[in-house]
């Protein structure tokens, strides 16, 4: 029998009954009345079953335990077995859960016997499935596993998705992540395989789900859409009421309130028009914290407090676990720090029991922010360094570098909050070490995805995969750009909207296949699974690997009400707090706002005045550390986007911005740089001196097509025409980056460097293996941050060859991580190539990040739309001095900056301030 739904299933047991049953009793001389009565009474439970009412399903019960009674009287086995699994399915319905499992198992004993192994596959099916909504993972998994093996056995596809994508849901509160999106994406390809509508849209679901409690959200989004979407199509309720009760926890991720209660009512109103009780108590959940949220503490308890018996009453120990701790969050924050302990408490101990670990860390958090409350900050640190630990380790069970990202951004809050305990710690117990302790909580904080990318670089990320996923993996994306081109073909068609749909569904397709392999690729990695994650460094590590006697790093950690920077030498450790967050982007928004005045005049004078007063904020307390000459910055949150080399305690004529003094050079993070050390430490350099790529081909307008004509502009493809769509992008000639990258050249003797200008700055060559034999790379081009989608950042090269004809010509990020660049330097001399998405805990995704996992030890970038003339003057300086006068790239460019500077038309911050170094500073052996 090949039925998902168990009600479904059930019903269709009604014409399969059979009057006669055994031999023995066919041959009985009269047939026995018990026979017959047992058959009407199924019949009629089978028929309440139908009618679905709370009432009907009560009298279902009555009638189905006589069947039962009757069978067994009977010696029927199959009879009762197939009437157990019709009390298991009211019984699940009415939310007993503990007596469905019972009768399933019941169930499950005649089938163990038997030959019907799909039908013991259905069993076990839903056992998994109860045991997961009591909270029994680990024996949700082996029933889910069995099933699965017996699913296969019996041929059955669509029986083994739906097994699949219940065991992805168990991995998830387990914090086993991968394992849930590789269960996942192997759902998806048997629901596709049988064009399995419904299981399709359940599975888009869970994912959506997963991604959303990775902090993934506009990909979580992006499956809610696409269940909802063929839920209505099917015009089931049900699963609508899920996925609409999932997009409200969407919304609330996004502090989109109104939309979020919206959809939780919806999803409300069909659940109770259902009668489901474990989605009326998950919604009432939802919607508490929705409140808790807006401040209504009232109504917020409310909701909880409708919830809570729900669950008693359907005995989900994980519900019941959110909404005891969701009221614990009401009583604190209406100052009842004992009473918020005590749901605290209830609420970790179910977890405990339950095995969710994600979960008690939450609930260790809340216990900490309690406990801190209530001044007993020692068992607030022992609640929170619980709750960091599980978090570390749950961080690891992620393969993919992108959800690990996603979910290390989404737990910042725990790290913020235990900054800032050890700062209090310290400040009432100056000698009790707290202070570094807080130094090393903040490294461990910042850029640990990066810190795992390095500590992976350079080794061959194919090394000792199974060939078959590589193939699998090539023949993805062949099929990938096979369908792109096929949508670019299509661009501009009017008459082609199904064809552009079916494209569109099919890539969807693919990329969820290709993000399957692609985890596979690197869980199944020797390279990979052998890789420790990194261990953020301690102060003493910091001193003795990072520091030289004239650095002093700055490491900036941004708190909501206070911040804090520490002060650091390879002798000393000095700490000193800041301002709150908001305080701190306001003036560093004000900052850069400056430069944008038409004004040239007032322009620098707002710059100097505004950079003067970030300066006071950010380096006033460390003002009088002038023994050391250059500074190192670890910046944070908006602070990733100050040029520090521009800052001053100073404006006006006094005007003097720090690089006059320091060198300046900016760090993801002290951890992130002592391993890229270790990554390129006796690296062989590479042959040749310098590769430019500069001035390409953006437009068939362009003077040097040989067509000229006014024709229609070449369609850009879709990836690069919707990043710089978001991104507000336009792709105009850059006429001095040619003499730009001639001055750079000249300094250089021919055979040493390499000029790839115009119709030759291409895609193809930045990708090709000659761009490995150079030390330093330069590219002067338009380069894209688009905030909203990291992944589509990049350089753009030329979009035409000499005919006009269409180049792919976008460097996406992508690409970028998967070059093989054993440079010294890589320069972006380009508009905003330092800037990425701000990931909480991760500093900017952007370009910086691509080109150090591809080898290069340190990048030049700029922070804002840099000008194009005075850019070409700093880029000549910045070269003279590094390759004639010998300097390292960070003294070069600091040297560079100040002659700018010096220069009356240049003088503002806007003109040469916007470049800075990232990454090392020594000079490479």
């Known amino acids: 029998m090949n039925l998902s739904s168990p009600q479904t299933r059930l019903i269709a047991l009604v014409s399969a009954c059979i009057v006669g049953f055994s031999p023995i009793l066919v041959a009985a001389a009269a047939p026995d009345p018990r026979v017959a009565e047992a058959q009407t009474a199924f019949e009629a439970g089978v028929e309440l079953v139908r009618e679905g009412t709370p009432e009907a399903l009560q009298i279902a019960l009555t009638e189905l335990n006589t069947a039962v009674g009757l069978y067994r009287e009977l010696g029927s086995k199959d009879r009762e077995a197939e009437t157990l699994w019709g009390l298991g399915l009211v019984y699940d319905r009415l939310g007993d859960l503990r007596s469905s499992l019972d009768a399933y198992k019941k169930a499950l004993d005649y089938y163990k016997t038997g030959d019907r192994i799909q039908d013991r596959a259905y069993t076990l099916n839903q056992i998994g499935r109860l045991h997961y909504k009591l909270g029994d993972y680990q024996q949700a998994i082996a029933s889910y596993q069995q099933a699965i093996s017996d699913y296969r056995e019996g041929g059955d596809k669509r029986g083994e998705a739906y097994a699949l994508n219940g065991l992805g849901a168990v991995y998830e509160p387990l914090g086993n992540y991968q394992a849930a999106i590789d269960t996942y994406t192997a759902a998806l390809e048997l629901h596709r395989q049988i064009d399995n509508r419904e299981g399709l849209a359940s599975t888009f679901n869970n994912l959506g789900l997963l991604y959303d409690s990775l902090g993934e959200y506009p990909l979580s989004f992006d499956y809610y859409r696409r269940s909802l979407t063929l839920?209505?199509?099917?015009?089931?309720?049900?699963?609508?009421?899920?996925?609409?009760?999932?997009?409200?926890?969407y919304y609330d991720s996004q502090d989109n309130y109104n939309q979020s209660l919206y959809a939780y009512q919806k999803a409300l109103l069909l659940y109770r028009e259902k009668g489901d009780r474990l989605g009326m108590a998950t919604t009432l959940n939802n919607i508490g914290y929705t409140y808790t949220r807006l401040g209504n503490w009232d109504r917020a308890r409310t909701s909880f407090e409708e919830a809570e018996p729900l669950w008693e009453e359907i005995a989900n120990r994980s519900g019941l676990a959110s909404t005891l701790n969701n009221i614990g969050v009401v009583s604190a924050k209406q100052g009842d720090f004992e009473g918020a302990l005590q749901f605290y408490s209830r609420a970790l101990a179910l977890r405990r029991e339950i095995g969710d670990r994600a979960k008690e860390a939450l609930s260790r958090y809340r216990i900490a922010i309690a406990r801190r409350s209530g001044g007993d900050r020692d068992a607030a640190l022992v609640e929170i360094e619980a709750a960091i630990a599980i978090i570390e380790d749950l961080r690891t069970n992620v393969a993919s570098q992108e959800l690990r990202t996603t979910f290390f951004a989404s737990k910042q809050e725990y790290y913020e909050f235990?900054?800032?305990?050890?700062?209090?710690?310290?400040?009432?117990?100056?000698?009790?070490?707290?202070?570094a302790r807080a130094l090393q909580a903040s490294e461990r904080a910042k850029a640990r995805s990066l810190l795992d990318l390095l500590a992976e670089m350079g080794g061959e990320v194919t090394s000792g995969v199974d060939p078959q996923l590589l193939e699998r993996k090539q023949r993805l994306q062949r099929q990938l750009a096979a369908a792109e081109q096929r949508r670019i073909e299509l661009l501009g068609n009017p008459h082609t909207a199904e064809q552009k749909a079916a494209i569109a569904q099919e890539i969807d397709r693919l990329l969820d296949e290709y993000r399957g392999v692609v985890a596979e690729i690197r869980a199944g990695s020797p390279r990979y699974a052998a890789l420790t994650q990194p261990e953020p460094l301690s102060l003493a590590e910091i001193q003795q690997q990072v520091l030289d006697e004239q650095s002093l790093l700055l490491a900036y950690s941004l708190g909501e009400k206070r911040s804090f920077v520490w002060a650091v030498t390879s002798e000393s450790l000095e700490t000193y707090e800041l301002p709150g967050r908001q305080t701190l982007e306001a003036a560093t928004q004000k900052f850069r706002d400056s430069f944008i005045l038409p004004n040239l005049r007032i322009r620098r004078t707002r710059a100097e005045t505004a950079a003067a007063e970030l300066g006071k904020l950010l380096l006033g307390p460390v003002a009088d550390r002038t023994d050391k000459t250059r500074l190192l910055v670890a910046p944070d949150g908006a602070l990733q986007y100050v040029p520090f080399a521009a800052l001053s305690q100073t404006a006006g004529e006094d005007y003097r911005p720090l690089i006059v003094d320091r060198e300046v050079v900016t760090l993801p993070s002290a951890s992130a740089l002592a391993v890229l050390r270790r990554e390129i430490a006796g690296r062989k350099p590479a042959e040749r001196t310098v590769a430019v790529l500069a001035d390409p081909v953006f437009s068939r307008y362009d003077e040097r097509l040989r067509d000229n004509?006014?024709?229609?502009?070449?369609?850009?493809?879709?990836?690069?025409?919707?990043?710089?769509?978001?991104?507000?992008?336009?792709?105009?000639?850059?006429?001095?980056?040619?003499?730009?990258?001639?001055?750079?050249?000249?300094?250089?003797?021919?055979?040493?460097?390499?000029?790839?200008?115009?119709?030759s700055a291409t895609r193809d060559f930045a990708t090709s293996e000659q761009l490995s034999r150079y030390r330093i790379l330069h590219f002067a081009t338009h380069g894209i941050l688009n905030s909203q989608n990291p992944e589509l950042?990049?350089?753009?090269?030329?979009?035409?060859?000499?005919?006009?004809?269409?180049?792919?010509?976008?460097?996406?990020?992508?690409?970028?991580?998967?070059?093989?660049?054993?440079?010294?330097?890589?320069?972006?001399?380009?508009?905003?190539?330092?800037?990425?998405?701000?990931?909480?805990?991760?500093?900017?995704?952007?370009?910086t990040r691509g080109f150090m996992y591809a080898g290069a030890a340190r990048v030049v970038v700029s922070l804002w739309a840099v000008d194009d003339r005075a850019t070409a003057e700093l880029m000549g300086i910045f070269y003279r001095n590094m390759i004639e006068g010998d300097r390292t790239p960070s003294e070069a460019l600091r040297q560079a900056q100040i002659e700018i500077w010096r220069q009356s038309r240049w003088h503002s911050p806007y003109y040469w301030a916007g470049f800075t170094v990232q990454g090392e500073w020594n000079r490479s052996k």
């Open 231 to 249: 839920w209505q199509q099917l015009e089931n309720r049900g699963g609508e009421a899920v996925t609409l009760n999932n997009i409200g926890l």
């Open 709 to 759: 004509g006014a024709i229609a502009p070449a369609p850009l493809p879709p990836d690069l025409e919707r990043s710089a769509r978001e991104s507000g992008v336009l792709f105009d000639r850059l006429p001095y980056t040619q003499t730009e990258a001639e001055q750079i050249l000249a300094l250089v003797p021919p055979g040493e460097s390499t000029r790839e200008f115009g119709f």
């Open 793 to 847: 950042s990049g350089l753009v090269l030329s979009l035409l060859d000499p005919d006009g004809q269409p180049l792919n010509g976008f460097l996406r990020l992508h690409d970028i991580f998967n070059l093989n660049l054993p440079a010294d330097l890589v320069v972006l001399s380009a508009c905003e190539t330092g800037l990425g998405q701000e990931v909480r805990g991760e500093g900017l995704v952007g370009l």
């Open 418 to 435: 235990y900054i800032d305990l050890l700062m209090e710690l310290h400040g009432l117990r100056p000698d009790g070490g707290y202070d």
